[in-house]
């Protein structure tokens, strides 16, 4: 049986480059979607030389990690004849999508007044730094950046260290699947009512709006939420890392029921009634001692024996290096790792969609190489073989 994919039918345009759009677009494709990425003739998407590994000249893995089904055009969005094949294409477009700089889609003809006199109905969909039409809208901008300015570097590591940003760029993954769900409820009207709008997310309103309850603590009661030893949650506890006698684990005692069957598990049921520890306020208050206590007892056994004695009662899970993640049997289990061919490399193992339809995750094929797909574009929005070579003889394609 097929694995369904609902967006079969549909195509996307989409002017973007590095992480936070193609990794939204890239869930878009693999449901099925038409997703056309328009690079620039020289070069491609930046993203395409970044190493330090790789399968050919300008095409490396960190490529591969975002563009997964997608097809490549090369075109020169700055030029006349350009923008006649980007509105040569947007008729029969549903959505085009980009993540330039803020102020560069208005003046490339990507935003929907550009574009509504050729298709009514076009999706609009801007990721950007900081928005469009605003003070910082020129400014370049990166998820680090945005880390540091949204507060997170300042919620992670140890209390008495410095500011720590997260290990992966999450502001550009979320930001991107932000976006897809923008312009997926967009483009659901743009069906219904047969007119289309602009979509913006940026980097630094997504980061923002990720601070989520300590926001509202913060605004609504002036707490200000700091970091806490060994990566604490901020109120619950037990919630933290504790060292085991050959690695780490993280513990969640977040329900007073887990904090129960952890003090039964370990063997100290004195731990329910003991005052310090017997409500939650109390061991928040006493959170050091209670680290202090549980700390001596999960140092006396290694991590296996504790992950054997309580997972699946409550949440408990190994502190993974990334090897030992992707390492990991339970991910074969679930299908979370799958292969793709590309022409340099047979069988490269890609991660799997996270997403499952029926039961079944989507299927992957490999990023195209720079242009891959220019020809077959243009074919298909009526450019005759002698027209798109002239395209490519100006260096449009």
Request: proline share 7%.
């Amino acid at each position: 049986m097929s694995v369904k994919q609902p967006l079969k039918g549909f195509r996307v345009l989409s002017a973007e480059q590095y992480g936070a759009g193609p990794y939204g677009t890239m869930f878009l494709a693999q449901m099925g979607a038409d997703v056309i990425k328009i690079e620039p003739p020289k070069g491609g998407d930046t993203a395409r030389h970044v190493g330090p590994h790789w399968l050919r000249e300008q095409e490396s893995l960190y490529f591969q990690s975002f563009n997964l089904n997608k097809r490549s055009l090369t075109l020169d969005l700055r030029t006349d004849e350009g923008q006649k094949v980007l509105h040569d294409l947007a008729k029969d477009a549903h959505v085009v999508a980009n993540n330039l700089r803020g102020d560069v889609p208005d003046k490339i003809g990507l935003n929907y007044d550009a574009l509504k006199a050729v298709n009514s109905a076009i999706v609009c969909a801007h990721i950007s730094a900081y928005g469009r039409g605003n003070e910082r809208s020129k400014w370049p901008g990166y998820d680090y950046l945005m880390q540091a300015e949204a507060g997170f570097c300042a919620l992670t590591g140890d209390p008495d260290g410095p500011p720590v940003r997260f290990g992966l760029s999450m502001v550009d993954f979320m930001t991107g699947t932000m976006a897809a769900v923008g312009l997926l409820a967009a483009l659901l009207d743009s069906q219904r009512s047969g007119e289309g709008c602009d979509v913006d997310v940026d980097l630094l309103s997504a980061a923002v709006h990720q601070t989520s309850y300590p926001a509202l603590w913060y605004m609504n009661e002036e707490d200000v939420t700091g970091r806490a030893p060994y990566g604490a949650h901020p109120s619950a506890t037990p919630s933290q890392m504790f060292k085991a006698a050959d690695g780490w684990m993280f513990v969640m005692a977040q329900l007073p029921k887990f904090w129960t069957i952890l003090c039964e598990r370990i063997g100290h049921e004195e731990l329910i009634t003991d005052p310090r520890f017997d409500t939650p306020a109390n061991r928040l208050t006493n959170r050091s001692a209670l680290s202090d206590l549980l700390g001596e007892v999960f140092a006396a056994q290694p991590v296996a024996y504790w992950l054997e004695l309580l997972q699946g009662l409550m949440p408990i899970a190994p502190v993974y290096g990334l090897d030992q993640a992707l390492d990991s049997p339970w991910l074969k289990t679930i299908g979370m790792r799958d292969t793709v061919s590309h022409p340099d490399r047979a069988d490269m193992s890609v991660l799997s969609s996270p997403i499952k339809l029926n039961g079944e995750r989507l299927p992957n094929r490999a990023g195209p190489l720079l242009g891959a797909d220019s020809d077959a574009v243009l074919a298909e929005a009526g450019y005759d073989p002698d027209a798109i070579a002239d395209l490519r003889a100006k260096g449009i394609v």
